[in-house]
Nanobody, 127 residues
Framework: QVQLVESGGGLVQPGGSLRLSCAAS????????MGWFRQAPGKEREFVAD????????YYGSSVKGRFTISRDNAKNTVYLQMNSLKPEDTAVYYC????????????????????WGQGTQVTVSS
């Protein structure tokens, strides 16, 4: 069992930056690939980014590629999402998620590929 707790959300102006963190409990954090998703009001949960167990491989959704960076520190049981050049359309609740099984790229963008979820953290981009 893995418990995930997100932090770092808040209110930021357009063009600004935020860094989200997701702290995982348990000793097997490095056994899980990790992902970030987001959900805006009235919309489906959207894939943002994914990182492999070692951190050597990353994948991004098209709407955030080039602006967001996912990283992890297995010694600290933490995954990060650095968000730059934020836009109002980035406003959403951001969730981190963990998956224990290898999935191909077509699968990792889907919520059903992930076994564990955090409670989410609100990010609001507004002037």
């Amino acid at each position: 069992q893995v418990q995930l707790v997100e932090s770092g959300g808040g209110l930021v102006q357009p063009g600004g930056s935020l860094r989200l963190s997701c702290a995982a409990s348990g000793r097997t954090f490095s056994s899980y690939a990790m992902g970030w998703f987001r959900q805006a009001p009235g919309k489906e949960r959207e894939f943002v980014a994914d990182i492999s167990r070692s951190g050597s491989s990353t994948y991004y959704g098209s709407s955030v590629k080039g602006r967001f960076t996912i990283s992890r520190d297995n010694a600290k049981n933490t995954v990060y999402l650095q968000m730059n050049s934020l836009k109002p359309e980035d406003t959403a609740v951001y969730y981190c998620a963990g998956r224990s099984e290898f999935k191909n790229i077509a699968a990792i963008v889907g919520t059903t590929s992930y076994d564990y979820w955090g409670q989410g953290t609100q990010v609001t981009v507004s002037s």
